[in-house]
């Protein structure tokens, strides 16, 4: 009985709120014309279709308002003067560090009327393999190449040139290539511990990897009913998260990191999560810092709120599946973790597989047949594609495949066990530079440098001019070295420790000097709150990349003429 009088008491209560209500608004309306009631509800509800459009939108508010913001501050005419000018000085920075020809070399911008025989062509080809002042060889590069043993390139050579034709959208063409394919996947399960279920496909990168386990969380989001897909990652998560967010119309929400691990806030992503979140993501290791992400407590959360959990191996997945065996614990970080759906690993970097092959893991079918394409009534036939690209190249896929069966384990756990013991004895002779600090733990081949005392891209400066070719970061200022194999040869490691100690004691003459050259301009794009100036730059840059122009001291390679900005 108690409940019941309950119920009539808040039922009594509604309809006399209900009544109330329905009173002001004839009171409101009383006197009106028909057509007048109906103009202000057409106007009410296109007001509230305005509403719903502006709150709810990909971009924030405060990320649209900023915008709007700066766009109105680059038109005022006492301002945007200033701006251009020195927009186009950074281009034309930028430009002349890119544009570096050698007197006498011009560019081809049209075919030969005849074709070249091969001794010409060869000669030709030696003009573009000497360009450049930077010589990987002498590992004096961070990343970009890990291996180039000179028996394993001839190797990759020999096998790409026997499947050079091939193309693994025609398998009943191809069938050999189709088998490698489904063999380096296999594989590739098998290291990170997949079960029998475990499944993927092969990609031109790491970017197409992320991008394809986006692709299918968003279509398995969309299925359940999500309007509004999101990511949720840590802001050390590859870049190509936010390109696949941009290219599928996802919404991405940037977690921050522990400040003293730079490990990802798990307590943030959870505070992340909403009814849009499509998929999870963590880092092992992250690209910035070296550190790996605690995985095991991301999977957890993936776990308790039923999210796909991607864990991104891009750079270090080649070398964390071999390293206990090489002596080097990890906490888990694969398919044993529940919870995790999908790992992308690229056999292009530690797999030492040529440029432009990477594995995209699931845990099982049900989730890469979200990455599938299909056009079931296309003219041409039934089209069917695991990947973005329709033709892929036969020839990189054999190239993979022969390289990880030349490798072998035993390879792989050789070459793992000397990248991680030079990693650490760079790690332990860094530490011993009082003006600098590593952040973080980092455990695999990433070393980041920072410095609370001077301006730590003085340092990438000082390191360029000694012959090093280090990685600029921001968002805090730092710089790193990824340890490749080349960088275990004798002395190499010792010699950047080295030229690294004689670079901060020179620094350290005058610390507060402010840096100089494209540190500088790393330096200039972090503090610039207008992020759109970034991206302008960024667009000349490119730009530049494409560029046939021969240098020239009146023309701006980069953006084009500055008047019409």
Known sequence: MELRETLDLYK??????????????????????????????????????????????????????????????????????????????????????????????????????????????????????????????????????????????????????????????????????????????????????????????????????????CKAYRDLGLERGVKYPEIVAPISAHAAFDKAAHYFGMNIVHVPLDKKTMQADVKAMKRAISRNTVMLVCSAPQFPHGVMDPV??????????????????????????????????????DFRVKGVTSISADTHKYGYAPKGSSVVLYSNKTYRHYQFFVAPDWQGGIYASPTIAGSRPGGIIAACWATMMYKGEDGYVKATKKIIETARHIITQLKKIKEIFIFGKPEVSVVAIGSDIFDIFRLTNAMTSKGWNLNTLQFPSSIHICVTLLHTRSGVADQFVEDVHQSVAEIMKNPAEKTTGRGAIYGMAQSIPDRSLVTEISHGFLDCLYSTELPSNEKNHMNGDSTKH
């Not at 329905?22 to 509800?41: C, D, H, K, L």
């Not at 560019?107 to 010409?120: I, M």
């Not at 709120?305 to 888990?332: Q, R, T």
Request: net charge neutral.
């Open 12 to 213: 009594e209560t509604v309809e006399l709120y209900l009544g109330r209500g329905t009173s002001y608004v004839n009171t409101r309306f009383q006197g009106m014309e028909p057509w007048q009631i109906a103009a202000i509800t057409v106007m009410a509800t296109l007001l509230a279709v305005w509403l719903h459009g502006f709150l709810f939108k990909r971009q924030s508010i405060s990320s649209r308002l900023r915008k709007f913001f700066f766009r109105i501050i680059r038109k005022l005419p006492f301002l945007a003067a200033s701006i251009q000018k020195k927009l186009d000085k950074a281009l034309n920075d930028l430009a002349s560090s890119v544009l570096t020809l050698e007197d006498g070399i011009t560019y081809v911008t049209s075919l030969p009327a005849h074709g070249l025989t091969e001794s010409d062509l060869l000669t030709k080809i030696k003009e573009y393999t000497t360009m450049g002042e930077v010589c990987w060889e002498r590992g004096q590069v961070s990343g970009t190449v890990y291996s180039g043993d000179e028996q394993l390139t001839k190797l990759m050579v020999k096998v790409y040139g026997d499947f050079a034709w091939s193309n693994p959208l025609h398998p009943d063409i191809f069938p050999g290539v189709r088998k490698m394919e489904a063999e380096v996947v296999r594989m590739s399960c098998t290291l990170f511990q997949g079960g029998p279920d475990s499944c993927g496909t092969v990609t031109s990168g790491g970017t197409e990897s992320i991008l394809m386990a």
């Open 296 to 333: 095991e407590e991301i999977a957890k959360l993936a776990r308790d709120y039923e999210i796909p959990l991607h864990v991104d191996a891009c750079l270090g997945g080649f070398l964390i599946v071999f390293m206990e065996k090489a002596g080097y614990s990890l906490p888990p970080f």
